[in-house]
């Protein structure tokens, strides 16, 4: 964990009081910025010391192959690792001939502030170099929301006591050292000198370097360009080579003054365009960046996230920490995905080389509800780059002897690049997830040309695949068997509720799509006996129930399993995965994240209250939560059912997973699902917003620590507020035409000008469920 105190409470920003060496690399990806495009570690400004250099361009990758033990048909033979692109973010000092390094001499003073209103992260440093010359530097670092491939850095120096002769070199540094590869899977593959260079160029404190990658054949483009503001006596200098590109300003500054230059950067990539096309492209971020100018560029920054913030704002009454959290995790959320434009979105954003850069099924089952209705055509730009490897993902569909798509469990490019099957290839409602989030965008934008487009294409794939994927068996019943559902501590199960549920949606959503826009279905050859086949497979799908133990088994026969020994797992032997045979935890009733919970909230009416309270009490005493998506769900069902305290520490542990580092692997990168599920745990949560089959409902209720909760949604061109007391909700349309909700069960209409008012009843009353032995969450607030 990050224990040190450096993260004072503030509601609208995070702040490093002290510099902690033993944590900077949990810091770096903390204070990482991005706009779904770019994405720069916080990495000191003058690169040493550092634990992990990063710079991430959305899509870039290296390839590599994929060694097997026993190779088998269908496996994936290359991987995709994410390359730690060309630096800019750099810039060294040196005083009177000391460089300015924290490890050295005396630091007297040192603060960062990730700003989220602002889109910055400021830096202010006072240091005492080993001779005795005192500087104050002072830098602020954004990376554009309006401007794409744009990045800046404002660079301060000031002597504190005496004159001093300073001399600045900024740089762009391709190649930086690679990372070693460590035993936890999580980690990242490591990569040494993936960027072949191809030209360099300078010219007047401006600088361009190109390169290739070796295997993926990939072309990248990072430039540099600065204003320097000093005495009339600055001496700058510019120089290049294939991997360095360095601007040197060397001048001596009187107490009282300071030299000051602004830094842009931009960066672009293509699989296809020529060096000449992809130099021309930063050279011209450039210009217009220098156009903007740095005042330019923070307004712009600051009009971009005020509109974000004015549909996307989450506040909380009562929680301090709480409140800064879930602004953190929309920050990150926003800029992780805001400019990816047609781009994956990765697990842990741009902020660090985790699962090597990979997307997962979380973007689709975590991350695109909040941008659905915070940011929706970010949700629709994820959802149009799926649909561009639709190509792909029909090959591997082929490949498995399958119709229609089936998407990857893992990817940067499109491409399956998972070598352990079980909890990959078998992993198929990643497809369902993909088709409810189509479903889900569809509902809450109505955007027709995406429905008919893009939309349908996915519907009908994914559709296609479920219906070579499943079998009815002798009783009529559609069965999917040897599948592996969210739970990766279980694998290559018959009937996974949750699998079979989405896939029933899937099926419907598709069938439906099809009779609204048949031109395009017959287009897609889709004709009238294959959407009454997806009928009939969904009206037919299994879905098995205990009628013992009257619980929902997370898959067939699961319940029959045994019970994991959680009494002689000790504390420091989670995440099982790293310490157990997979064998011995695939037979076990052990749950790894929420699985049939998930079932609960996603496709939650497909059960009654009194099953959902029966299933969420049964799993709860097996799920060890050993990945970070597991939290939000748990809260989120845990509220609907009526443990509002256990909803709140698990809002609370969803939205701390960075902050805190509760998974001891921030280092790594953010956990972006995690931070989504922070929005989800308050609005699904405690408001109890559900959108089954488009309709938005809601059942709020509050834990007794919090005295409010307020919170915006989008939705079809409305803005609508809703605002939750222990006793009442109000709901508020800020924006739009009048729009229906439902509280608690009651239909309202809700107009501009007319706010509504309905009380809130006490939840049921219930026995409080247990969690695994040394699993329980930290209480949020004790009774």
């Given at each position: 964990m990050i224990t040190h105190p450096s993260f004072p409470v503030e509601p609208w920003a995070v702040r490093e009081q002290s510099l902690e060496l033993d944590v900077l690399a949990q810091t770096e990806s903390v204070f990482a910025l991005s706009n779904g495009h770019i994405g720069l570690r916080a990495n000191l400004d003058e690169g040493e010391p550092h634990a992990i250099p990063g710079t991430y361009l959305n899509g870039f990758f290296e390839a590599r192959p994929l060694p097997y033990a026993e190779a088998g048909y269908g496996y994936p033979e290359a991987g995709q690792t994410v390359v730690n692109v060309t630096n800019g973010k750099l810039i060294r000092l040196l005083v009177d001939d000391e460089p300015f390094d924290v490890r050295y001499g005396r630091l007297l003073a040192h603060e960062r502030v990730l700003d989220l209103r602002a889109g910055t992260l400021q830096r202010r440093t006072e240091w005492l170099s080993p001779a005795g010359d005192a500087v104050r530097v002072t830098s602020t670092r954004l990376v554009s929301f309006?401007?794409?491939?744009?990045?800046a850095i404002l660079y301060e120096v000031e002597p504190l006591e005496a004159s001093c002769r300073l001399v600045i070199q900024s740089e762009l540094v391709a190649n930086e050292p690679a990372l070693a590869e460590g035993r936890d899977p999580r980690t990242a593959a490591a990569l040494s000198s993936p960027l072949q260079p191809e030209h360099f160029e300078q010219q007047d404190g401006k600088v361009v370097l190109v390169h290739r990658t070796r295997a993926s054949g990939l072309r990248l483009a990072a430039a540099m360009s600065h204003v320097f503001d000093g005495p009339d006596d600055t001496d700058v200098t510019t120089e290049s080579g294939p991997d360095l590109g360095r601007v040197t300003a060397a001048v001596e500054v009187q107490r009282g003054h300071r030299l000051r230059v602004v830094k842009f950067l931009a960066y672009g990539w293509s699989s296809q365009r020529s060096a000449p096309a992809v130099r021309a492209q930063v050279e011209g971020a450039l210009a217009q960046a220098r156009h903007s100018g740095w005042k330019g560029l923070l307004e712009e920054q600051r009009a971009y996230l005020d509109a974000f913030w004015r549909r996307a704002d989450v506040e909380i009454e009562g929680d301090e920490q709480l409140q800064q959290a879930v602004r953190f995790a929309l920050f990150h959320?926003?800029?992780s995905t805001a400019r990816a434009e047609r781009r994956a979105i990765p697990a842990k954003g741009l902020t660090g080389p985790g699962y090597d850069g990979h997307c997962f099924w979380d973007t689709e089952t975590f991350v695109l509800p909040v941008l659905t209705y915070t940011a929706p055509e970010a949700a629709r730009d994820a959802l149009s780059w799926r649909q561009a490897t639709l190509p792909l993902a029909k090959d591997r569909a082929h490949q498995l002897g399958l119709r229609g798509a089936a998407f990857p469990w893992r990817t940067l490019r499109g491409e399956e690049c998972s070598g352990y099957w079980p909890a990959s290839t078998a992993a198929f409602h990643i497809n369902a997830d993909i088709a409810g989030a189509v479903a889900r965008y569809q509902y809450a934008v109505d955007d027709r040309t995406f429905e008919r487009g893009a939309g349908l294409e996915l519907l009908v794939e994914t559709a296609r695949l479920w219906r070579s994927v499943g079998h009815h068996d002798v009783e009529g019943r559609y069965r999917i068997d040897g599948v592996t559902g969210p739970d990766e501590y279980s694998a290559i199960s018959d009937n996974n509720v949750y699998t079979n549920l989405m896939a029933q949606r899937n099926l419907q959503a598709a069938a439906q799509a099809v009779e609204r826009h048949p031109d395009r279905g017959a287009e897609l050859g889709v004709d009238a006996e294959e959407v009454a086949s997806w009928r009939d497979a969904a009206a037919a799908v299994f879905v098995p129930y205990d009628e013992t133990l009257r619980v929902h088994p997370q898959s067939e026969g699961f319940t029959r399993h045994q019970a994991w020994d959680f009494a002689r797992t000790g504390p420091d032997q989670y995440p099982l995965l790293l310490h157990f045979p997979y064998f011995d935890i695939y037979r076990k009733q052990v749950v790894k994240q929420a699985d049939l919970v998930l079932a609960l909230h996603l496709c939650g009416n497909a059960f009654t209250d009194e099953e959902k309270a029966r299933d969420f009490a049964y799993y709860e005493p097996l799920t060890v939560r050993d990945s970070s998506l597991s939290a939000c769900t748990q809260a989120v069902v845990a509220a609907e059912v009526g443990h509002l305290e256990l909803a709140y520490d698990y809002f609370g542990e969803a939205a701390l997973?960075?902050?805190?580092?509760?998974?001891?692997?921030?280092?790594?990168?953010?956990h972006l699902a995690s931070l989504a599920g922070a929005w989800l745990a308050a609005v699904a949560g405690l408001g109890g917003m559900r959108d089954h089959d488009g309709r938005l409902t809601f059942g709020p209720r509050l834990p007794q620590a919090l005295k409010r909760l307020a919170f915006r949604l989008v939705y079809r061109g409305r803005l609508l507020h809703v605002e939750i007391w222990h006793d009442r909700a109000v709901y508020t349309l800020l924006d739009g035409q009048p729009i229906d909700v439902t509280h608690h069960g009651e239909r309202l209409r809700?107009?501009?000008?007319?706010?509504?008012?309905?009380?809130?009843?006490?939840?049921?009353?219930?026995?409080p469920p247990k969690q695994p032995s040394g699993r329980v969450p930290s209480r949020r607030h004790e009774a």
């Open positions: 309006a401007q794409r491939s744009v990045a959320v926003l800029q997973m960075d902050l805190a580092d509760l998974e001891h692997n921030v280092r790594d990168g953010v809700v107009a501009a000008g007319r706010p509504v008012t309905r009380e809130i009843s006490a939840p049921p009353r219930r026995e």
